[in-house]
């Protein structure tokens, strides 16, 4: 298995621009897609992200996801923060029968 | 949708059966999944059920494989999860989610895309 590694926490003001890496220890990041999720407080997840790059019906084209082969990371880009983007975020990406979670960043929107 | 429930107090060593009631989409063609999260932690994968059109098989994370069993009544729409020898790091809201699937019209693949979650159930392994 591998493990994948995200920043405890990220912070930015509104109308700002964060980036959540999510690096994968073991196996090349481009060879699985790469999904990203949104968990606000007492909520269940919601997708951001899907296949590394796609953005489900209704997700604003502020959230963008993209893949950096030379790092073996994936990255979830929100631009014009605003405070409802306060939530956890968890990347997340599998082998053959493994579905594998990153341990979650915080984002406060201050 | 979907409603999981089931959860609960239970003893270490115990066993607690969780149910999830899908509706609103051909249950009988999704994948399912569960995922758990502890108190205050992160997600965690838990397991897997294909189809039965893709054999009905299933996959486990290393923590709870040989303690865990999904299970799935297609004519009920429902996924179950019988989790046995429970332990206190098995406390948790336990999501029943649906994997979407890529299909063309003779194959859909699979890449452990979690689109619907169900609202949780909270189990707390505790003596």
């Known amino acids: 298995n591998f493990i994948l590694t995200q920043p405890h926490s990220v912070s930015g003001s509104p109308g700002k621009t964060v980036t959540i890496a999510c690096a994968r220890s073991?196996?090349?990041?481009?060879?699985?897609?790469v999904h990203w999720y949104q968990q606000r407080p007492g909520s269940s997840p919601t997708t951001v992200i899907y296949?590394?790059?796609?953005?489900p019906s209704g997700v604003p084209d502020r959230f963008s996801g993209s893949i950096d082969s030379s790092s073996n990371s994936a990255s979830l880009t929100i631009s014009g923060l605003k405070t409802e983007d306060e939530a956890v975020y968890y990347c997340?990406?599998?082998?053959?029968?493994?579905?594998?979670f990153g341990g979650g960043t915080k984002l406060t929107v201050l | 949708q979907l409603v999981e429930s089931g959860g609960g107090l239970v003893k270490p060593g115990g066993s607690l059966r969780l149910s999830c009631a899908a509706s609103?989409?051909?249950?009988?063609?999704?994948?399912m999944n569960w995922v758990r999260q502890a108190p205050g932690k992160g997600l965690e994968w838990v397991g897997r059920?294909?189809?039965?059109?893709?054999?009905?098989?299933?996959d486990y994370a290393a923590p709870v494989k040989d303690r865990f069993i999904i299970s799935r009544d297609d004519s009920r729409n429902m996924l179950y999860l019988q989790l046995n020898s429970l332990k206190t790091e098995d406390t948790a809201v336990y999501y029943c989610?649906?994997?979407?699937?890529?299909?063309?019209?003779?194959?859909?693949?699979?890449?452990?895309?979690?689109?619907?979650w169900g609202k949780g159930t909270t189990v707390t392994v505790s003596s």
């Open positions: 989610t649906t994997e979407y699937g890529y299909c063309s019209s003779t194959t859909c693949h699979y890449y452990f895309y979690m689109d619907v």
């Open positions: 609103g989409f051909t249950f009988k063609n999704a994948w």
């Open positions: 059920i294909k189809s039965k059109t893709n054999g009905g098989t299933t």
């Open positions: 073991r196996g090349n990041i481009a060879n699985d897609y």
């Open positions: 296949e590394d790059n796609q953005r």
């Open positions: 997340q990406s599998y082998d053959a029968t493994n579905a594998v």
